[in-house]
């Protein structure tokens, strides 16, 4: 009897622990630029905030820019990431995002498996002087 609850606290044990991970953990990190085109607060009972990156890309076969929508959600309570992603989207300026990609999404957390921490303004690029 001893050992059967060793083994049944063992795998409960160790059940946990993967489920921890799959709660907390990361499966990857990264950054992405572009402009944010949508940032909203959505749901019923649990409310979540989710945005649109458009990264834009120009199509190969003829050469046109072509929308590439990305999308992302932002955990509630990170107060200056909120109000630098709608002024980023009041203003139009380019933004990095800088985001963690989760094992699995759940429901309460939001609609993507993207869930951005930090936004950076992406500044343009000086022009190197013309020489004379």
């Known amino acids: 009897m001893r050992i059967v609850r060793i083994v049944l606290f063992s ?4 059940g946990l622990l993967v489920g ?15 402009t944010v ?3 909203s607060s959505r749901g019923v009972v649990f409310k ?6 458009n990264v834009g890309a120009f199509s190969n076969q003829e050469g046109t820019y072509a929308p590439e929508i ?19 989207l009041l203003e139009g ?21 993207y ?4 936004v950076e303004q992406v500044k343009k690029p000086t022009a190197a002087p013309v020489a004379e």
């Open 11 to 14: 795998l409960l044990a160790i």
């Open 115 to 118: 869930y951005v921490y930090k």
């Open 37 to 39: 085109a949508k940032f």
């Open 93 to 113: 300026y380019r933004v990095k995002l800088y985001y963690h990609e989760k094992f699995f999404r759940f429901f309460w957390q939001g609609d993507s498996k």
């Open 70 to 88: 990305w999308n992302f959600s932002v955990h509630r309570g990170q107060d200056e990431v909120i109000a630098q992603l709608e002024d980023a």
């Open 20 to 34: 921890a991970y799959a709660l907390f953990g990361n499966y990857s990190s990264g950054s992405r630029a572009g």
């Open 48 to 53: 979540t905030l989710e945005g649109q990156l």
